[in-house]
T-cell receptor, first 114, second 112 residues
């Protein structure tokens, strides 16, 4: 079992550029979560999908952030335009069913915006 | 995925000793609690969970205790090993919710 796969593992970009983070959930899991981790705010839920449908995006910071899940095996988190304050580690997690609490996390993408 | 290390509470424990990591949760309506372990460069990993109708649950070398009266959760690790060095997070889930609310984390350092 490959676990949750995220790419890239590290991303360095300049302010104003578009950033796309990618996630492949565990096969058979139908819930997917995007989190952001920073020193100041800890782990924060950004958005939650169930069966490829966004259920709750209230954690998305602002309109510069968007997320999609075109199919059960792929999701993206896009930041356009990126800002230095977006620098963080972004995690994707998946679970077996809507409301399942045992979420399996990917290794994360460390984003640095200069 | 590096965890947030510099500003976290830190617990240093001698190898072989028992560790106790504490967590105060905020929502008295939370009915499910989880402990996660995050090693450097990795995502959080599920350790053990407990429902609000229980006050204790044991796993392999780990025990979680729940005190709903004071909204306190603890994780006990028996015979702590160097591989236990990590940041530990508690997370709570409200009744009928899917959303994990994570605590700030505690860094456990095991002294060989």
């Amino acid at each position: 079992d490959a676990g949750v796969i995220q790419s890239p593992r590290h991303e360095v970009t300049e302010m104003g550029q578009e950033v796309t983070l990618r996630c492949k959930p565990i096969s058979g899991h139908n819930s997917l979560f995007w989190y952001r981790q920073t020193m100041m705010r800890g782990l924060e839920l950004l958005i939650y999908f169930n069966n490829n449908v966004p259920i709750d995006d209230s954690g998305m910071p602002e309109d510069r952030f968007s997320a999609k899940m075109p199919n059960a095996s792929f999701s993206t988190l896009k930041i356009q335009p990126s800002e230095p304050r977006d620098s963080a580690v972004y995690f994707c997690a998946s679970s077996r069913a809507g409301g399942s609490y045992e979420q399996y996390f990917g290794p994360g993408t460390r984003l640095t915006v200069t | 995925g590096e965890s947030v290390g510099l500003h976290l509470p830190t617990l240093s424990v001698q190898e072989g000793d028992n560790s106790i990591i504490n967590c105060a949760y905020s929502n008295s309506a939370s009915d499910y609690f989880i402990w996660y372990k995050q090693e450097s460069g990795k995502g959080p990993q599920f350790i053990i969970d407990i429902r609000s109708n229980m006050d204790k649950r044991q796993g392999q070398r780990v025990t979680v205790l729940l005190n709903k009266t004071v909204k306190h959760l603890s994780l006990q690790i028996a015979a702590t090993q160097p591989g236990d060095s990590a940041v530990y997070f508690c997370a709570e889930v409200g009744a009928g919710s899917y959303q994990l609310t994570f605590g700030k984390g505690t860094k456990l350092s095991v002294i060989p």
